[in-house]
């Protein structure tokens, strides 16, 4: 083993991890808070810049740690104001970040995994079969490099680009926390929004531990299509994803759980489908984004037109659903939901299956979508 495997990334920590390895290392924890600071609020990963930290902590901190940071090796600005971002890391998988500016808002989509594990039919990331989970300090190293590149924090961070954020429970918590923190990006909670396809009993976990935003991949309005579209709803179906979001949210009556849904030309944007996705939304504190389907090669599938997305809203709507269609951002750089793809070296062996399954795979959900 080399050395630089054995010291500690110090973007893997949070405020309290920080404080305690100074602490360990014989100084007071105060001096954990600033090095703390300096990193993520002054964006400092230099040991000799941190002044007011002892010259001999500073002398010892390299001796057992590092600072290490995913590298921006491509920018890809949209004519939009989007930019996305291709990130390195050290051992070369690539991810993307995407800066989304609106208004006085700036957000950045933050990516939580190399490639994605959960194979939803309509997603580009899936497409690239999966490697990895990224730590800590890959996950908060996208926010640094944008608040870098910006010359400000972000105003709002979404969980919502490459990979599967509850499917990496304990890394994405703490990134979270370290956005929330105010010695470093100081996101107020609902500036932080996670987004899932539905593990279930991280749902459960993380209200426990968090208090950000809860988005949820829906998709389809019942079991037999969200199977087919969103297959993690074989393990966990709407039955045990609609109570938990529920309790999520319930806590706070001014929070609701934000539900996304891709409309998909002619296999989940029907006026019935509205309607199934009413009733199964009552009692459940919600809003709802329509999300365009944003096509990518190889994809199947095809965007329902403007029109019919305006009717599927208008029903939720009357219905007292708060509903708004997402406008497409970023999709002329391959920066729009579902089209990140970095560079993955896939270890599921998904992608031989995948050749095989792309033959068909609007007809089959066309058959279940019309039963
Ligand atoms: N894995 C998490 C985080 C990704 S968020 C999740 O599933 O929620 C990205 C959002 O874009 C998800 O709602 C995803 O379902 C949606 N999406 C994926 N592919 C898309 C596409 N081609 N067009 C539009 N939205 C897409």
Request: with cysteine.
């Amino acid at each position: 083993m080399t050395a630089i495997e054995t010291k500690t990334n110090l973007l893997d920590l949070d405020l309290a991890d920080c404080e305690a390895l100074v602490v360990g290392l014989g100084f007071k924890a105060f001096h954990g808070r600033n090095l703390f600071k300096w990193m993520h609020k002054h964006g400092v990963v230099d040991y000799d810049a941190m002044s007011d930290l002892p010259k001999s902590l500073r002398l010892v901190l390299p001796e057992t740690t590092e600072m290490r940071l995913p590298r921006i090796i491509e920018e890809h600005p949209s004519s939009d104001g989007t930019n996305k971002w291709v990130m390195e890391l050290h051992d070369g998988q690539r991810i993307e970040t995407v800066f989304i500016p609106e208004g006085k808002r700036s957000t950045i989509c933050v990516s939580s995994q190399v490639g994605c594990a959960l194979n939803c039919s309509f997603c580009a990331t899936a497409r690239q079969g999966f490697n990895r989970n990224l730590s800590v300090s890959e996950i908060i190293g996208q926010v640094w490099q944008a608040a870098r590149r910006l010359d400000r924090s972000p105003t709002n961070v979404v969980m919502m680009g490459m990979g599967e954020p509850l499917a990496n429970f304990e890394a994405v918590v703490k990134a979270m926390e370290i956005m929330q923190d105010d010695l470093a990006y100081m996101l107020a909670k609902q500036r932080v929004t996670l987004s899932t396809s539905g593990i279930v009993p991280n749902i459960h976990r993380l209200r426990e531990v968090s208090d950000v935003s809860l988005a949820v991949s829906l998709h389809a309005p019942n079991d037999a299509l969200r199977d087919e579209l969103v297959p993690i709803n074989r393990k966990y179906p709407l039955a045990e994803l609609l109570p938990a979001c529920k309790q999520y949210v319930a806590n706070d009556k001014r929070r609701k759980v934000t539900w996304e849904y891709v409309m998909l030309d002619g296999v989940n944007d029907s006026p019935t489908h509205a309607k199934q996705l009413i009733r199964l939304l009552e009692g459940v504190p919600s809003k709802v984004n329509l999300i365009p389907f944003n096509p990518f090669a190889g994809s199947d599938f095809g965007t329902s037109p403007l029109e019919r997305i305006e009717v599927f809203r208008a029903r939720l709507a009357r219905s007292g659903i708060f509903a708004m269609t997402r406008k497409t951002r970023g999709d002329e750089i391959s920066a729009a939901c579902g089209q990140l793809v970095g560079r993955v070296e896939d270890r599921t062996g998904r992608l031989g299956r995948v050749r095989v399954e792309t033959n068909e795979p609007v007809g089959l959900i066309k058959r279940v979508a019309s039963r």
